[in-house]
Nanobody, 129 residues
Framework: EVQLVESGGDLVQAGGSLRLSCAVS????????IGWFRQAPGKEREGVSC????????YYADSVKGRFTISSDNAKNTVYLQMNSLKPEDTAVYYC??????????????????????WGQGTQVTVSS
């Protein structure tokens, strides 16, 4: 059974930093991609970033480019999202998700929720002004 478990969400002041973790288990495929998404109250879920397991290729939403960094530790089966220079508009529940469509990992489709088959339960990030 595939499981994704997010952690690291917290309350932080604007300008601060957080690192989210996504622990992946039960995945037996050689190549896949992990994406980070977020959903604020009353808004649609939006893609933030994606990383491909085989070569570490990444993709970012314009709204977080230069502030967020996605990385992975394959030995620990964990994907991280380092978030710096946080803004109040970054406040949301953050989800990680997995897809077998790894060839899409460096395209705009990497940020499309329907591409992903497996989802975590989410972790709350709140940025105060």
């Amino acid at each position: 059974e595939v499981q994704l478990v997010e952690s690291g969400g917290d309350l932080v002041q604007a300008g601060g930093s957080l690192r989210l973790s996504c622990a992946v288990s039960g995945f037996t495929f050689d190549d896949y991609a992990i994406g980070w998404f977020r959903q604020a109250p009353g808004k649609e879920r939006e893609g933030v970033s994606c990383i491909r397991s085989s070569d570490g290729a990444t993709y970012y939403a314009d709204s977080v480019k230069g502030r967020f960094t996605i990385s992975s530790d394959n030995a620990k089966n964990t994907v991280y999202l380092q978030m710096n220079s946080l803004k109040p508009e970054d406040t949301a529940v953050y989800y990680c998700a997995a897809t077998l469509h790894y060839v899409l990992a460096t395209t705009p489709s990497a940020l499309s929720p329907p591409v992903y088959m497996y989802w975590g339960q989410g972790t709350q990030v709140t940025v105060s002004s």
